[in-house]
């Protein structure tokens, strides 16, 4: 079943622009993590936030948490033509347990175009 | 490169027909999971292995069945093939499940015919 699920499904912007994708998920967690994927390609791990905390930032990745309205955000500053690919959130399928595999939402497809 | 290999990178076979995937996981790490992803589904998990047990199931079909051998690399047998088993299949791995980063492999194209 699905934790997570981002919204929007795709987004268009230009190189330069700021992108925002946002996260939702039902059960609490205790932490959650973000993932890019390009085309065909395998994901690749972005950032990890606890659920303790409330901002994570990476680089030009901008990460939050509110697990009271049990969401997260990934801001991209100043995004690239480089930084087209599908994002994904990913959040312990047991939730609060350990050792527990991650489940993914289908993902935001961001396009920046030059 | 994440460290975890996936052979073959593609593969197309009839329906009706068995086929391994196979999966090597980065150096040290003890989990490993294999997802399926397809446009209509999105990647879904199907199985997790620690350690040469199994330690977590997903959504993976009984004609499908996976292992992991003592020297940690994994195979998924996927078997009675249908047209719509046709997806990338990606091995992923990791030290600790779900508070650790997943690793994945770049995936085999399975494309049943």
């Known amino acids: 079943s699905q934790q997570g699920e981002e919204d929007p499904q795709a987004l268009s912007i230009q190189e330069g622009e700021n992108a925002t994708m946002n996260c939702s998920y039902k059960?609490?967690?205790?932490?959650l993590q973000w993932y890019r994927q390009n085309s065909g390609r395998g994901l690749v791990h972005l950032i990890l936030?606890?659920?303790?905390?409330r901002e994570k930032h990476s680089g030009r990745l901008r990460v939050t948490l509110d697990t009271s309205k049990k969401s997260s955000s990934l801001l991209i500053t100043a995004s690239r033509a480089a930084d087209t690919a599908s994002y994904f959130c990913?959040?312990?399928?047991?939730?609060?347990?350990?050792?527990?595999?991650?489940?993914f939402g289908k993902g935001t497809r961001l396009s920046v175009i030059a | 490169d994440s460290g975890v290999t996936q052979t073959p990178k593609h593969l197309i076979t009839a329906t009706g027909q068995r086929v391994t995937l196979r999966c090597s996981p980065r150096?040290?790490?003890?989990?490993v999971y294999w997802y399926q992803q397809s446009l209509d589904q999105g990647l879904q998990f199907l199985i997790q292995?620690?350690?040469?047990?199994?330690?977590a199931k997903g959504n993976i079909l009984e004609r499908f069945s996976a292992q992991q051998f003592p020297d940690l690399h994994s195979e998924l047998n996927l078997s009675s093939l249908e047209l719509g088993d046709s997806a990338l299949y990606f091995c992923?791995?990791?030290?600790?499940?779900?508070?650790?980063?997943?690793?994945f492999g770049n995936g085999t194209r399975l494309t049943v015919t």
């Open positions: 292995y620690y350690n040469g047990e199994e330690r």
């Open positions: 150096s040290g790490d003890l989990s």
């Open positions: 936030i606890r659920s303790n905390e």
């Open positions: 992923a791995s990791s030290v600790v499940s779900g508070n650790s980063p997943l690793h």
């Open positions: 990913a959040t312990p399928r047991a939730g609060l347990g350990g050792n527990t595999p991650l489940v």
């Open positions: 059960t609490s967690i205790n932490n």
